[in-house]
Protein backbone atom coordinates (compact mmCIF):
# COMPACT_ATOMS: atom_id res chain seq x y z
CA UNK A 1 0.00 0.00 0.00
CA UNK A 2 1.64 3.27 -0.78
CA UNK A 3 2.37 5.87 1.83
CA UNK A 4 -0.39 8.09 2.77
CA UNK A 5 0.47 11.45 4.97
CA UNK A 6 -0.99 9.80 7.86
CA UNK A 7 1.99 7.50 7.69
CA UNK A 8 4.07 10.39 7.32
CA UNK A 9 2.44 11.46 11.03
CA UNK A 10 2.82 8.27 12.59
CA UNK A 11 6.66 8.43 11.93
CA UNK A 12 6.81 12.03 13.22
CA UNK A 13 8.36 13.08 9.58
CA UNK A 14 5.43 15.83 9.13
CA UNK A 15 4.41 17.80 12.76
CA UNK A 16 0.31 17.65 13.55
CA UNK A 17 -1.40 17.88 16.85
CA UNK A 18 -1.28 14.75 18.71
CA UNK A 19 -3.97 14.36 20.96
CA UNK A 20 -3.69 10.51 21.88
CA UNK A 21 -1.59 7.76 21.24
CA UNK A 22 -1.16 3.92 22.44
CA UNK A 23 0.54 1.05 20.84
CA UNK A 24 -1.66 0.35 17.76
CA UNK A 25 -3.38 4.14 17.49
CA UNK A 26 -2.53 7.47 16.99
CA UNK A 27 -5.00 10.35 17.55
CA UNK A 28 -4.49 14.08 16.19
CA UNK A 29 -6.45 17.30 15.59
CA UNK A 30 -7.61 17.63 12.01
CA UNK A 31 -6.07 20.18 10.16
CA UNK A 32 -9.58 21.70 8.95
CA UNK A 33 -12.17 21.01 11.99
CA UNK A 34 -15.54 20.88 11.27
CA UNK A 35 -16.48 20.92 14.82
CA UNK A 36 -15.05 22.40 18.08
CA UNK A 37 -13.28 19.20 18.20
CA UNK A 38 -12.27 17.26 15.23
CA UNK A 39 -9.81 14.34 16.06
CA UNK A 40 -8.80 11.56 13.60
CA UNK A 41 -7.99 7.99 15.32
CA UNK A 42 -5.97 6.21 12.82
CA UNK A 43 -4.59 2.69 13.04
CA UNK A 44 -0.78 2.28 13.10
CA UNK A 45 -1.11 -0.43 10.58
CA UNK A 46 -2.23 1.01 7.43
CA UNK A 47 -5.21 -0.37 5.47
CA UNK A 48 -6.50 1.79 2.06
CA UNK A 49 -10.58 1.74 3.13
CA UNK A 50 -13.24 0.37 4.85
CA UNK A 51 -13.83 -1.99 1.99
CA UNK A 52 -10.25 -3.62 2.62
CA UNK A 53 -10.74 -4.58 6.22
CA UNK A 54 -11.04 -8.41 6.78
CA UNK A 55 -12.00 -10.58 9.88
CA UNK A 56 -7.90 -10.26 10.99
CA UNK A 57 -8.65 -6.49 11.23
CA UNK A 58 -11.52 -6.83 13.44
CA UNK A 59 -8.98 -6.56 16.82
CA UNK A 60 -7.71 -3.16 14.80
CA UNK A 61 -10.73 -1.66 14.33
CA UNK A 62 -12.08 -2.35 17.84
CA UNK A 63 -9.28 -0.94 19.24
CA UNK A 64 -9.58 2.09 16.95
CA UNK A 65 -13.29 3.32 18.36
CA UNK A 66 -12.17 2.31 21.87
CA UNK A 67 -9.45 5.00 21.42
CA UNK A 68 -11.57 7.55 20.61
CA UNK A 69 -14.23 6.26 22.89
CA UNK A 70 -11.73 6.41 25.98
CA UNK A 71 -10.11 9.64 24.61
CA UNK A 72 -13.83 11.32 25.00
CA UNK A 73 -14.26 10.32 28.34
CA UNK A 74 -11.50 12.18 29.15
CA UNK A 75 -12.42 15.38 27.74
CA UNK A 76 -15.82 16.04 29.60
CA UNK A 77 -18.25 16.12 26.20
CA UNK A 78 -18.76 12.51 26.45
CA UNK A 79 -21.83 12.44 28.24
CA UNK A 80 -23.48 15.42 26.30
CA UNK A 81 -22.09 13.28 23.26
CA UNK A 82 -20.45 13.22 20.05
CA UNK A 83 -20.49 11.97 16.81
CA UNK A 84 -17.88 9.67 15.01
CA UNK A 85 -17.16 9.00 10.76
CA UNK A 86 -15.84 6.97 8.50
CA UNK A 87 -15.68 7.68 5.06
CA UNK A 88 -15.21 5.05 2.75
CA UNK A 89 -14.12 5.89 -1.34
CA UNK A 90 -15.32 8.45 -3.18
CA UNK A 91 -19.19 9.32 -2.22
CA UNK A 92 -18.38 8.33 1.01
CA UNK A 93 -16.07 11.71 1.08
CA UNK A 94 -12.43 9.83 1.81
CA UNK A 95 -9.70 11.81 0.60
CA UNK A 96 -6.82 10.06 2.73
CA UNK A 97 -6.61 6.41 2.13
CA UNK A 98 -5.07 5.42 5.22
CA UNK A 99 -8.54 4.37 7.46
CA UNK A 100 -9.38 6.54 9.92
CA UNK A 101 -12.29 7.96 12.77
CA UNK A 102 -13.24 11.17 12.19
CA UNK A 103 -14.44 12.03 16.33
CA UNK A 104 -16.76 15.36 16.12
CA UNK A 105 -17.76 17.31 19.02
CA UNK A 106 -18.18 20.33 21.03
CA UNK A 107 -21.38 21.21 19.12
CA UNK A 108 -24.90 20.14 18.44
CA UNK A 109 -24.55 17.62 15.07
CA UNK A 110 -27.33 17.57 12.73
CA UNK A 111 -28.94 14.74 11.07
CA UNK A 112 -29.28 14.04 8.03
CA UNK A 113 -25.22 14.74 7.89
CA UNK A 114 -26.01 15.81 3.87
P1 LIG B 1 -11.35 11.94 4.83
O1 LIG B 1 -11.89 13.02 3.95
O2 LIG B 1 -10.37 11.05 4.11
O3 LIG B 1 -12.41 11.17 5.56
O4 LIG B 1 -10.55 12.69 5.98
C1 LIG B 1 -9.25 13.15 5.82
C2 LIG B 1 -9.08 14.25 6.81
O5 LIG B 1 -7.70 14.54 6.92
C3 LIG B 1 -9.78 15.56 6.41
O6 LIG B 1 -10.76 15.90 7.39
C4 LIG B 1 -8.64 16.57 6.35
O7 LIG B 1 -8.98 17.84 6.85
C5 LIG B 1 -7.56 15.91 7.17
N1 LIG B 1 -6.20 16.27 6.77
C6 LIG B 1 -5.72 16.39 5.49
N2 LIG B 1 -4.42 16.72 5.51
C7 LIG B 1 -4.09 16.82 6.83
C8 LIG B 1 -2.84 17.13 7.48
O8 LIG B 1 -1.80 17.37 6.86
N3 LIG B 1 -2.85 17.14 8.84
C9 LIG B 1 -4.00 16.87 9.56
N4 LIG B 1 -3.91 16.92 10.89
N5 LIG B 1 -5.18 16.56 8.97
C10 LIG B 1 -5.21 16.54 7.63
Known sequence: MPDTLFDKIIRREIPADIVYE???VLGFRDI???APVHVLFVPKTPVATL????EADALLVGKVVLAAT???KTQGFAENGY????NCNR???QTVFHIHLHLLAGRAMHWPPG
Open 22 to 24: DDD
Open 32 to 34: NPQ
Open 51 to 54: NDLT
Open 83 to 86: RVVM
Open 91 to 93: DGG
Open 70 to 72: RWA
